[in-house]
């Protein structure tokens, strides 16, 4: 692991390239996983069963994310996709303890999510507002913060839904190898090849839904669709590891795609889901391959960063994800997907 100076670094990086709702809600959760980690999905998220009431301005990750929320409409923020805002939702229920406008805005943000927003034949919501389009991306945005609000309003169905989503973006997307197709729909954003990052992106929303399931008050009930999660977010690791080929020591943008160059984003935080497994179920990921495979991968990345500036290259460029040209200005995500990786490596050490 590498100096918390020069992860802050990369953090500060992080924070001063996001510009789109799943950059600050990504970037807001870099910061509490970082900073707070006590207050993540990981550890004790919800004391009495219940969602804390903090102080609101000495938790960095929120007093970074609050001026980005609207409590106005139907949705966190304006202008995204149907999928993205919602990565703002777990940070605007957390603010919303102690100040219901932001309570209001989540629970309406919810409620858009399951009533307005189209739907895939399957029943899958979609990534997009004005048509049904599955993106692997959305899996980190949406069931999470599904997860969350049912067990923020005490409700089961809330809960279920999200896993319902999980199910339903699986089959969609999944492929035999286990990795995910990226997009799929009609419209000019289809992408049916296994995108590096939405690969990433899948596997750490549906390991954020298992953690939320394990730590709810519902977790006894509930192990049938754990023990599904858990299969999925397996799948995805050994098709992501399966892949892992290139010289660079990084995954591929596209994974099973030797014309593309290694990347740090998809490769960062597939380790730190690898990492997160490690401790929520130790049985199947706690040692031997996973682990391994994983801290190899920290290492590489952790050669990646650039320790005056924070950047940490090669990225993909985050707003085009078919872009051959390497990306070395700082991607929000990939920044914040670095600091992701580093603090699961810390608390699966033991340092929470």
């Not at 932001?102 to 048509?131: C, F, M, T």
């Not at 599955?134 to 089961?156: E, H, I, K, Q, R």
């Not at 995805?236 to 596209?254: E, K, P, Q, V, W």
Request: charged share 20%; glycine share 8%.
């Amino acid at each position: 692991m590498v100096s918390p100076q020069i992860i802050g670094t990369v953090l500060q990086k992080a924070v001063e390239v996001a510009t789109h709702s799943w950059e600050y809600g990504t970037v807001a959760e870099a910061l509490l996983e970082w900073n707070d980690p006590k207050l993540s999905i990981w550890n004790d998220p919800f004391p009495g069963g219940k969602v804390p009431k903090l102080d609101v301005g000495s938790v960095r990750a929120l007093e970074y994310v609050r001026p980005f929320i609207k409590t106005t409409g139907n949705t966190l923020v304006d202008g995204d996709a149907a999928g993205d805002p919602p990565a703002l939702g777990i940070p605007a229920l957390l603010i919303g303890k102690s100040n219901q406008t932001y309570w209001d805005a989540a629970i309406r943000q919810q409620q858009h999510l399951v009533k307005d927003v189209p739907r895939w034949p399957n029943g899958a919501i979609s990534h997009r507002e004005a048509y049904p389009e599955l993106w692997a991306d959305f899996v980190y945005m949406v069931p999470p913060f599904l997860a969350y609000t049912g067990v923020a309003t005490s409700s089961l169905p809330l809960l279920q839904e999200a896993f319902q989503q999980c199910k339903h973006y699986h089959s969609a997307l999944s492929q035999p190898s286990g990795s995910w197709r990226h997009i799929i729909g009609t419209s000019s954003n289809k992408d049916a090849a296994l995108w590096s990052t939405g690969n990433a992106w899948a596997a750490a929303g549906l390991s954020r839904v298992l953690a939320t399931f394990q730590k709810s008050p519902w977790s006894s009930q509930t192990t049938v669709e754990q023990t599904q999660l858990t299969t999925y977010i397996k799948q995805i690791l050994d098709g992501a590891i399966a892949f892992d080929t290139d010289s660079s020591g990084l995954l591929r943008n596209y994974l099973d795609d030797a014309s593309w160059w290694g990347e740090i984003s998809g490769t960062a935080l597939l380790a730190a889901t690898a990492l997160r497994m490690a401790r929520l179920d130790a049985a199947a990921f706690g040692r031997g391959k996973y682990v391994d495979w994983a801290e190899k991968k920290m290492r590489v990345v952790e050669g990646r960063i650039e320790q005056a500036t924070g950047v940490v290259k090669p990225a993909v460029n985050p707003l085009d994800w078919k872009d051959r040209k390497q990306f070395n200005t700082g991607s929000p995500e990939g920044q914040a997907f670095v600091v992701l990786l580093e603090a699961a490596w810390r608390d699966w050490k033991g340092g929470v």
